[in-house]
């Protein structure tokens, strides 16, 4: 990474996968107003748009943390409350995960909340990390991300976390755990949730690399289930939605629990742990120069 971004590189092929480079800006989304009527319910936290409907049992959340959907301890809890919520609400049997940000599903975690600030405020970030890992990865309701946009690392997690992913089939678009090119490491349970995802191979080199895979090589790998054109990524997930609610709740959600269940107790075990690790990891003098580096390039339009 260090020799990437001394050299300004804005993409590093690797067989058709490249490391993405941003392009565009953004303006800002006004927050939707609530509203409700017999089967909708709408509420609308600062960072998270959620729109159950009740007759079909369908709830979208949409992430509107402007411009980016950086993912800083604000959004985290917001998110993990969101969840709780719906998995304690009876009328709400699946959730579509998508953004209400143009071209960006997240941009990951905040990387200023990793920059700069002091241990206490890592391990409060890192736990909220973790709580929205564990909620999503073993949520007991069917998750569909609807990717709408480019979603990098901790975007990525959010996506492979869910139960089916479709993506915008737009060739800017790119995906995947780029946390090498920051000069950091992803941790176990994002490298356990890619593994279970593409399979290890393909996770040894995505993960080494820092790729960023375009929808179609995203779709190739098993990344990503589904492309479809833009204007229908809800509608499409919607339709989805609808075959996996054919299914009897209580014998997906145990089969669900059996693919899942050890991998999110194998977090559950060391979560102190993988807190202290990261906290001494992320405060090292090098990392927090590398991310630095990082940022000043992100600002250069260079990353
Ligand atoms: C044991 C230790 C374990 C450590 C593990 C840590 C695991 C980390 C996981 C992560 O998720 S790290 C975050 C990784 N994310 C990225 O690398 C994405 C970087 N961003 C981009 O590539 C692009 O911004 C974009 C998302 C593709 C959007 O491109 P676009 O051209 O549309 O917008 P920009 O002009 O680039 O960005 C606008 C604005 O937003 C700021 N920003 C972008 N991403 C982040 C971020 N992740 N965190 C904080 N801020 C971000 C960017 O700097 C711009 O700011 P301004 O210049 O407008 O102030």
Redesign the pocket.
């Known amino acids: 990474m260090a020799a990437v971004l001394r050299r300004g590189i804005k993409f590093i092929s690797f067989g058709s996968s490249q490391v ?7 303006g800002k989304t006004s927050t939707l107003s609530s509203f409700s009527s017999s089967n909708r319910n709408s509420s609308s936290s600062s960072k998270i748009k959620v729109d159950l409907d009740s007759s079909t049992g369908i709830a979208v959340m949409k992430f509107q943390n402007p ?6 301890l604000e959004f985290l809890t917001e998110f993990s409350i969101g969840l709780e919520k719906l998995e304690l609400d009876k009328s709400c049997r699946g959730v579509i995960l998508t953004s209400a940000q143009p ?2 599903f ?9 920059y700069g600030k002091t241990p206490e405020h890592y391990e409060e970030f ?1 736990r909220a ?1 973790q709580d929205m890992w564990l909620k999503l990865y073993g949520y007991s309701k069917i998750t569909i991300a609807a990717i709408n ?2 979603s ?6 959010v996506s492979m976390a869910s139960d089916y992913r479709i993506m915008a089939d737009n060739p800017r678009y ?1 995906i995947g ?3 090498t ?2 000069g ?4 176990f349970w ?1 490298k356990d949730t890619m593994v279970n995802t593409v399979g290890h191979r393909t996770t040894e080199l995505s993960l080494q690399f820092g790729l960023m895979y375009s929808p179609s090589d995203a779709l190739k790998i098993g990344l990503v289930d589904q492309l479809v054109p833009e204007e229908n990524i809800l509608s499409t997930a919607t339709e989805t939605m609808t075959k996996w609610l054919d299914i009897p709740d209580h014998a997906r959600e145990i089969s669900k629990s059996m693919l899942r269940k050890p991998t999110v107790d194998r977090l559950l075990a060391s979560r102190d742990a ?1 807190i202290k ?2 906290v ?3 405060a090292k003098d090098s ?1 927090q120069k590398s991310l630095g580096l ?2 000043t390039m ?2 250069q ?1 260079k ?1």
């Open positions: 993405f480079s941003g392009g565009c800006k953004h411009p980016v959907n950086s993912m800083n071209k960006i997240s941009a990951g975690l905040d990387i200023l909340d990793m890192w990390v946009g480019s990098p690392a901790g975007g990525c997690l790119r755990l780029n946390e090119q920051l950091i490491v992803a941790p994002f993988d690790n990261f001494s990891f992320i990392i990082y940022l992100l600002k339009r990353v």
